[in-house]
Nanobody, 122 residues
């Protein structure tokens, strides 16, 4: 079974840092584009960062320069290093597939884990 388990969230002061981890299993991790999404209360889920199989990252404008996505294809884990956190970064953060294939889009549309809560105080 495909599993994506997020961890590393918490409460942090504005300007602080957190590192999120996503442990993946049940599929060939190394060939898939992976991403981090977030959803704040009352708002739509948004993709904040993605990473290709080759390690090339892409970022939403709101986090560019502050967040870094990375992956370890041996450990089947994707990370999100979040620096200079702002209160508006407060959300539940999820990892999921972010590629363009039909399989990836279908899975990401239908299946989400519990996520990990990130709360940034003023």
């Amino acid at each position: 079974q495909v599993q994506l388990v997020e961890s590393g969230g918490g409460l942090v002061q504005a300007g602080g840092s957190l590192r999120l981890s996503c442990a993946a299993s049940g599929f060939i991790f190394s060939t898939n584009v992976m991403g981090w999404y977030r959803q704040a209360p009352g708002k739509q889920r948004e993709l904040v960062a993605s990473i290709t199989s080759g390690g090339s990252g892409n970022y939403a404008d709101s986090v560019k320069g502050r967040f870094t996505i990375s992956r370890d294809n041996v450990k089947n884990t994707v990370y999100l290093q979040m620096n200079s956190l702002k209160p508006e970064d407060t959300a539940v953060y999820y990892c999921n597939f972010a590629g363009k294939s039909t399989w990836s889009r279908t899975f990401a549309y239908n299946t989400w884990g519990q996520g990990t809560q990130v709360t940034v105080s003023s």
